[in-house]
């Protein structure tokens, strides 16, 4: 038997300018509701269950009969959304409420993906989303900017809440990171570092509006000379920093890195698409703890280094540099909010950043992989 849906608080967040969206969850069931204005009483609420297959079910959909036409895409949206940030890709209609309704709005078809399973209509969520976003604009009640700002806040977030495991930031917090291992790390951020202020050049470059130009202005200037912070962390560590900045090719998780956010702005020549690049790296600088810096300062002590402080500038500036409001994690979500418009440009971007983050992922896991005797050969994934 299923649980109930939890009653534990629910925030809120204006889905556009007619509904406001609340969600609660319990298990791998989430109950999505719709209400006119914060804390009013839902006008419509749908119930999906995700089972980690990467497919959504929707299980039941209550519409208020008085409600208007624009609340069944609206709330099929917003149990979407739910859908894409737990992870799905496809999603299934498993209710008779709505149906013929709910599969025309969603383009849904008749059968399975999985032939073995029984057949119920579904749809992948890409094509889906689309349809519904598309509905909704029909409707002069498109979904808000702030929606997929929100959407992309907590994608992030969820990233990066494992992020004390990966092997860079566990070496450190467990005291096993050697200075080599770091050395190397910083080594590998300097390869991208140093091309920060010209990739954020060619975004002013290709910005066609004021906005867009205002940001990347803003963020250029925030970012001039960062790559010396890294050299004087390296010298302080008796590194050959001349390797680094002339001799040293970024490993493989770098190099990944590098080309996610070179090719959007190079070639795609998309100031948008490039932004999911700082969001997962400056994502993972403006989250970092006190506690953490504690512990790398420990580190570089215990390998006999005076100073410790000053091996580890890098690391400590972006905190302040990349997090707090003011920092340039939180400005490129505003950022984000004023450019994003439509559904399309939003998946495009989403798919970005979840590129960029798998990326920043094996990057900051291979700083102390790669140097480990006991590691797998790796080649390539
Ligand atoms: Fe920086
Ligand atoms: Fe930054």
Redesign the pocket.
Known sequence: MSKAISDEASTWVQINHEFWLSERRCAEKWEVALANDKGRPPLARARISLAGTGTARIEELHVNAESDRSVLPALLYSAGRRARIEGARVVQLACESYRDVAVDLMRLSEGSPHSSETPVPWQRLDIAMCALSTQLEGLNTPIASSLMVAETRESVMRWLEPGETWGFFQSVLDGSLSKDEYIYALGNVHQFVRHTTRILGRCIAHGDDSETRRHFIN?LN??VN?ELIVEHDLAHLNADVHFVQHDMPPNLETLEFMAVQESAIAYHQDPLLLVAS?LAA?GV?AHMSERFMERLRACISSWGVKSPEKACQFFSS?MT??GGMDG?WEGTLVYLERILKSEPQFQRFLTTCRASMGTTTRMYESFTRDLRADSNLHISS
């Open positions: 963020h925030g970012e960062h700082p400056e600088t972006h540099f990349d340039h």
